[in-house]
Structures are given as structure tokens and as C-alpha cells.
């Protein structure tokens, strides 16, 4: 396993692990042998309550783009479909929705609106998380591209 693969790796067990229904087996969160995945670490500020510091997206080889994150797994989803905002020979803007749930102080949340904005030429990332009716949070941090080999 390439250390890429090995990052990777950790990351899915760790977001699965965020998942009370994956507690017990996280291990059922897989990533299937040729999906590419763009996994992204982020610097999250302390004052922000609902950015997820990891975001894993992945390619599968049908070309179906999901995304797997802190959030996501915090409220027993599956991954989400990501949709291409933005791609032009600069960044690439992906866009996706969590649903409506309810927070960790029980707040109802509508939605959360999540744009993932990477520069091409150093993989720099801007995560920018908009809960419907609630402030705008974001975090900066780099992404590593690669293919899941196992």
C-alpha cells in the first residue's frame, strides 16, 4: 500500500468511525479498488462548530462523484452526490448538500450548503459551509489526489 493509499485509508476509518451506525464495524466503509479520491485536510478555526476537518471525495469508475466528511457521517448518511460547480484550468468548485438535522446542541439545521473550491496548481482548498440560516463558516487547508489501489 502507497503512503498515499495508507492516508486515505485512515481517513475513511476515521470519518466512519465518526458514525454510531458504523461504531460497531467501521470497517463497512469502503472504497472500491480504481475509485480516484481527492482527500482534503483543513484547518478548521476553533470558533467554527460545524466545518468538518476532512473531506474525502471520490470518483468511482462509472464516473459518479460522492462525498464522505465529518458531517456526513455525523448524521448516519451514506456518501452524498457532488456536483461540479465550477471547473475551469485554475480551480475546480464541487458543490453538495447536507440535509436537515439537528446539531450537537439541538439546534434544527435546514440544510447545510458545502462548496469545495481546489486550486490546480498546488491543491490548495477553500471549504466554504453555509447552514441555511445560519452564518457562513470556512477552512483552508491542501488536498492529495490519488487512486485507491486495495
Known amino acids: 500500500m502507497n503512503q498515499f493509499n495508507a492516508l486515505a485509508l485512515s481517513a475513511a476509518v476515521f470519518l466512519a468511525s465518526l458514525s454510531p451506525l ?20 483543513l484547518k478548521v478555526p476553533s470558533a467554527n462548530g460545524t466545518t468538518p476537518p476532512v473531506v474525502l471525495l471520490m ?19 451514506a456518501p452524498l452526490p457532488v456536483t461540479v460547480m465550477t471547473d475551469n484550468n485554475i480551480r475546480t468548485t464541487y458543490g453538495w448538500t447536507v440535509p436537515a438535522h439537528n ?22 482548498a477553500l471549504l466554504m459551509v453555509n447552514p441555511v440560516g445560519y452564518m457562513t463558516e470556512s477552512a483552508r487547508g491542501s488536498c492529495q489526489a490519488g487512486v485507491a489501489d486495495k
Request: with cysteine; proline share 3%.
Open 59 to 77: 470518483t468511482d469508475k462509472a464516473g459518479k462523484m460522492t462525498v464522505y466528511d465529518g458531517l456526513i457521517a455525523g448524521n448516519n448518511l
Open 103 to 124: 446539531d450537537t446542541i439541538n439546534q434544527y439545521i435546514p440544510s447545510i450548503k458545502m462548496r469545495l473550491t481546489v486550486q490546480k496548481a498546488d491543491q490548495s
Open 22 to 41: 458504523a461504531a460497531g464495524n467501521a470497517a463497512e466503509f469502503t472504497i472500491p479498488k480504481g475509485t480516484r479520491v481527492l482527500l482534503c485536510d
